[in-house]
């Protein structure tokens, strides 16, 4: 305190310049007695190289809960303490902006929910989540499963014609025409067409996801935006995006204008459900940039999270084929052979719990970052405004001290008929869709998704990796993809055919006469 003071006195009376005053109080800081955040080295290599979160796994065990890490003049705080995670994302969540990710993600989604801080996102937040409502989300529940059937058919033809398949680009596809549908009523169709519009979406999205693990922001580069082909490639792609989303609002807003259902609580136009209709018929009185904006950020958050969750628990399944047996006992005892409703959903107990068992091995994104607008302190630790941090999920997820086995994939240490697991049960040390304030939107939505969608895949087929697969290993973007795809083998699952009850009586009786 006493330095804060003097650097204050000595900056505005004296006008000492900052930069001598930063050499001046690095020096009290450092002979100052209050513990030391311990500190280890990086090299930029490090997040070139392989996914990220490894290297901050192995530094994790060596320096703790929470460290700093220096790359040259920069600096982060890497956070795997679930207090400190607490602390950070929820209890003084005030004190933390979104920080390097806004930075990032501005190009793509502008001012939109996630990025956004401050006011702008405590009103599209409050805009926005009441457009997930109960009813809507029901509603979504078929949507998933037409969706998944279309992925059905496909795997079907596949079967047929012995062909492997690649699941993660097919878990991309299938999850982007789910979020085109919910969020604004357009039907990407990408898991059977290649349009514009599909390769736009993920021009755009590989970029974003390059940037985040860039060490260097060439796109900042005046010129060399202007000339790299590939920063046009993305302007261009943005654009068109941005055109498709502008006629989409237009053509709702008209909707809208013609509409007799009055807006209530749960409204819900039938012929579209979407979230763009709630939120146009709800008066949200917003400009057209920022609804963009936030439909894009959506667009976003709600696909490559979704079909990264699917391509791991696939992956998981493959080596662990009693969960398989498992699962596949559920949902035949639950939904036979029809498509699953909203009611099934807490009925697919042991698939709820697969899922939340894949998204602790493979938490999406694996890290969470903010930075501290004022100075603080972080478990005993002071801490300055400004700071980097990165709370690191994985290692949350992955740490021996806080689970039993836990690299073990055991979908069983969550009993069924405990609570669904989430960060406020598990104290901070499973935290799948974040916590606090900024908790994902979309929880309910992703779950029951997932679960629409592994519930239907195993009650048709069954899946191994395919012969001469690559190695299934992991790369960062966002989220976490598979370095060479997930090759997989699928085969239609044979089952005992359903007898009618009065033949299953007739054949009894028949049998019992031969007997005797
Ligand atoms: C935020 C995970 C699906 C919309 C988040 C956060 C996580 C997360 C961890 C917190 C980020 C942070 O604190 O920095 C996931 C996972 C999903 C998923 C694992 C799929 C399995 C969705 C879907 C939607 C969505 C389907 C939209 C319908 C959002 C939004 C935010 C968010 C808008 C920002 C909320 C805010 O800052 O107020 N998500 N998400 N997510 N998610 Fe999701």
């Known amino acids: 305190l006493l330095g804060l003071l003097l650097e204050n006195s000595l900056f505005r009376n004296l006008g000492v310049p900052g930069e001598i005053l930063e050499i001046l109080f690095k020096w009290v800081d450092?002979?100052?007695?209050?513990?030391?955040?311990?500190?280890?080295?990086?090299?930029?290599?490090?997040?070139?190289?392989?996914?990220?979160?490894?290297?901050?796994?192995?530094?994790?065990?060596?320096?703790?809960?929470?460290?700093?890490?220096?790359f040259g003049p920069k600096s982060f705080l890497i956070v795997s303490d679930p207090s400190i995670a607490k602390h950070i994302l929820r209890d003084n969540s005030k004190s933390y902006s979104k920080g390097l990710l806004a930075e990032i993600l501005?190009?793509?989604m502008g001012k939109g929910l996630i990025p956004a801080d401050g006011e702008i996102w405590r009103i599209r937040r409050r805009a926005i989540v009441p457009a997930l409502h109960q009813k809507y989300v029901a509603a979504m529940v078929s949507l998933f499963a037409q969706a998944t059937d279309r992925l059905c058919q496909k795997l079907d033809d596949a079967a047929t014609d012995q062909e492997d398949v690649e699941m993660e680009l097919l878990f991309s596809h299938l999850t982007l025409d789910i979020i085109g549908k919910a969020l604004f009523n357009y039907d990407f169709?990408?898991?059977?067409?290649?349009?514009?519009?599909?390769?736009?979406?993920?021009?755009?999205?590989?970029?974003?996801?390059?940037?985040?693990?860039?060490?260097?922001?060439?796109?900042?580069?005046?010129?060399w935006k202007d000339i790299s082909p590939r920063q046009r490639k993305v302007a261009e792609?943005?654009?068109?995006?941005?055109?498709?989303?502008?006629?989409?609002?237009?053509?709702?807003?008209?909707?809208?204008?013609?509409?007799?259902?009055?807006?209530?609580?749960?409204?819900?136009?039938?012929?579209?459900?979407?979230?763009?209709?709630?939120l146009l018929a709800s008066g949200d009185d917003v400009s057209s940039k920022q609804l963009r904006d936030d439909l894009m950020t959506m667009l976003i958050a709600g696909h490559e999270t979704s079909a990264a969750v699917l391509t791991w628990t696939f992956y998981l399944l493959s080596k662990e084929p009693s969960v398989v047996s498992k699962l596949q006992d559920e949902v035949d005892s639950v939904l036979g052979d029809?498509?699953?409703?909203?009611?099934?959903?807490?009925?697919?107990?042991?698939?709820?719990?697969?899922?939340?068992?894949?998204?602790?091995?493979?938490?999406?994104?694996?890290?969470?970052?903010?930075?501290?607008?004022?100075?603080?302190?972080?478990?005993?630790?002071?801490?300055?405004?400004?700071?980097?941090?990165f709370i690191s999920v994985w290692n949350l997820h992955h740490s021996p001290s806080l689970w039993q086995d836990a690299e073990k994939f055991n979908p069983e240490?969550?009993?069924?008929?405990?609570?669904?697991?989430?960060e406020t049960n598990q104290n901070f040390c499973y935290l799948p869709f974040g916590g606090g304030p900024r908790k994902c939107v979309g929880d309910m939505f992703a779950s029951f998704e997932t679960v629409v969608a592994v519930a239907m895949l195993v009650q048709r087929f069954n899946f191994q990796m395919a012969l001469g697969a690559p190695p299934v290993e992991?790369?960062?973007?966002?989220?976490?993809?598979?370095?060479?795809?997930?090759?997989?083998?699928?085969?239609?699952?044979?089952?005992?055919?359903?007898?009618?009850?009065?033949?299953?009586?007739?054949?009894?009786?028949?049998?019992s006469a031969k007997i005797s």
């Not at 959903?345 to 501290?372: A, F, G, H």
């Open 413 to 422: 240490r969550w009993p069924l008929d405990g609570p669904n697991p989430n």
């Open 106 to 108: 501005e190009f793509v």
């Open 189 to 223: 169709d990408s898991l059977r067409n290649d349009t514009g519009i599909v390769e736009a979406v993920y021009t755009v999205l590989r970029e974003a996801e390059d940037r985040s693990v860039s060490p260097i922001p060439t796109w900042e580069i005046p010129i």
């Open 474 to 511: 992991m790369t960062t973007g966002a989220t976490i993809h598979t370095t060479e795809g997930l090759k997989m083998t699928v085969t239609r699952r044979i089952k005992p055919p359903i007898i009618p009850e009065l033949d299953m009586q007739r054949l009894k009786m028949e049998a």
């Open 30 to 70: 450092d002979v100052e007695d209050y513990p030391k955040i311990p500190k280890a080295k990086g090299g930029i290599k490090a997040i070139r190289s392989e996914a990220f979160f490894l290297p901050l796994y192995e530094l994790y065990l060596t320096h703790g809960g929470i460290f700093r890490l220096t």
């Open 237 to 278: 792609a943005l654009k068109l995006i941005n055109d498709v989303l502008d006629d989409l609002i237009a053509i709702c807003k008209r909707m809208v204008e013609e509409e007799e259902l009055q807006f209530h609580d749960e409204y819900m136009n039938e012929q579209d459900p979407s979230i763009l209709r709630f």
């Open 338 to 389: 029809r498509f699953p409703t909203i009611n099934d959903m807490k009925k697919l107990k042991y698939t709820t719990r697969v899922i939340n068992e894949s998204l602790r091995l493979y938490p999406q994104p694996p890290v969470l970052i903010r930075r501290s607008l004022e100075d603080d302190v972080l478990g005993k630790y002071p801490i300055k405004r400004g700071e980097d941090i």
